[in-house]
């Protein structure tokens, strides 16, 4: 006998917002599984707004007020009966951005909670990453968004450091990081990955998703330091035009997933890193997880 149960999961972020629809099998003596029914994102770049004019735009709330109706029809019709909202760094950072949720509120009837970086990077943590990390090595998780990078640091199977910077590809792509704030970066990873040999990035993003999927390797299998170099020296030499027509990427993936690559690149180099793994996670996963969990 199995029961299921469906839950999703809103993740406002940066570049795009993300609705994650779960099937939750539970069978009496065996492991819960946690089954993506369905996954829509919508283009619409918050962080534009938020990291340049320090507001989200009349025209941008109102396309989010029109993809949270479409968000809220579709859990209606998937028959979701527990979802959570959460937003990141360019909600975080709008001076308006708790207005903007309170509008939603009202006119979509879904709740949002600004989260900072410590609780996405957390939220993260609690899903399937555990399950993928084994006990007798040490990994940096690098998430990068729009408007932020979380890196966690686990070894033994445990959380032992985690920050969240002001890093992401928006900003950077608005030249809005300064030098200051890499070597912040590096000083924090070389500072907590020293004392460890052989570490393994794991990354997660949808920029790094979209490498991997390039890349044509099956789903437990790294990417290599030279793999990735190699792919930002060539995503460099196309035009952002060529990135669409000639790799399929989408127009608001096509630019940032340089400066992605970037981030993910210089991790593996402070870290001493030499693979890459890029397991299917993200902070809907996590959220979905924490709100099973009780913890959310």
């Given amino acids: 006998m199995i029961s299921i149960k469906k839950y999703a999961a809103i993740d406002i972020g940066s570049n795009a917002m993300r609705l994650l629809i779960t099937n939750i099998v539970e069978q009496k003596d065996k492991e819960t599984q946690f089954n993506k029914s369905a996954l829509i994102r919508v283009p619409i770049r918050l962080g534009q707004d938020a990291f340049t004019v320090g507001e989200i735009s009349d025209e941008n709330i109102d396309r ?37 949720a309170n509008t939603i509120r009202e006119e979509c009837d879904i709740d949002i909670d600004i989260i900072d970086g410590k609780i996405e990077a957390t939220i993260i943590a609690s899903s399937d990453l555990h399950d993928f990390l084994k ?105 952002y035009e060529q990135r669409i027509a000639e790799l399929a990427l989408n127009t608001d993936r096509a630019d940032v997933i340089i400066p992605a690559t970037r981030i993910y690149l210089n991790a593996m180099k402070w870290s001493g890193a030499r693979q890459l793994f890029v397991p299917k996670i993200g902070l809907a996963d996590g959220i979905v997880k924490a709100m099973y969990q009780g913890s959310l």
């Fill in 64 to 100: 989010m007020i029109d993809a949270m109706k479409a968000f809220k029809l579709l859990m209606k019709v998937y028959k979701v009966e527990k979802y959570k909202a959460c937003a990141t760094s360019a909600m975080r950072e709008a001076y308006n951005g708790k207005e903007v």
């Fill in 135 to 239: 006990t007798d090595q040490t990994y940096l998780y690098v998430d990068v968004g729009g408007g932020s990078t979380e890196f966690s640091l686990f070894t033994d199977g445990k959380m032992i450091a985690s920050k969240s910077f002001k890093i992401g590809t928006v900003r950077m792509l608005n030249n809005m990081v300064s030098d200051i704030v890499w070597e912040e970066i590096e000083k924090w990873i070389k500072c907590n990955t020293e004392e460890y040999e052989n570490v393994i990035l794991i990354g997660s993003g949808g920029n790094i998703n979209k490498l991997f999927k390039l890349s044509g390797k099956l789903q437990d299998k790294p990417l290599s330091y030279l793999y990735l170099n190699s792919q930002y020296q060539y995503l460099n030499s196309l035009t």
